[in-house]
């Protein structure tokens, strides 16, 4: 059994900025990636950005490049995102998801996933 608990979501002004923070806990849990996904009303779960501890690899999705800043550490199973100059867009429930991987040019998530944060950013 995994557990992933997530925070940081909340109600922003464009142009603001909130610090989402997930551990991941279970017995056994090891983890080598974590990562962020994110889902607006009406809308596929999309990847936002993921961490790798080793090799140490940082991936982003383009939407989010140069705004949102993601870390880690891997002893803790823990993992932020930064998130800065927020648009309305970027206005979804936020999901850590631990032991993602990369394909080619696409992350596919893990098999877990915590309650999510919301994030809403008003214009």
């Known amino acids: 059994q995994v557990h992933l608990e997530e925070s940081g979501g909340g109600l922003v002004q464009a142009g603001g900025s909130l610090r989402l923070s997930c551990a991941a806990s279970?017995?056994?849990?090891?983890?080598?990636?974590m990562g962020w996904f994110r889902q607006a009303p009406g809308k596929e779960r999309e990847f936002v950005a993921a961490?790798?501890?080793?090799?140490?690899?940082?991936h982003y999705a383009d939407s989010v490049k140069g705004r949102f800043s993601i870390s880690g550490d891997n002893v803790k199973n823990t993992v932020s995102l930064q998130m800065n100059s927020l648009k309305p867009e970027d206005t979804a429930v936020y999901y850590c998801?631990?032991?993602?991987?990369?394909?080619?040019?696409?992350?596919?998530?893990?098999?877990?996933w915590g309650q999510g944060t919301q994030v809403t950013v008003s214009s």
């Open positions: 998801n631990p032991n993602g991987e990369i394909y080619g040019t696409l992350w596919a998530p893990g098999p877990y």
């Open positions: 279970g017995r056994s849990l090891s983890t080598y990636s």
């Open positions: 961490i790798r501890w080793s090799p140490r690899e940082i």
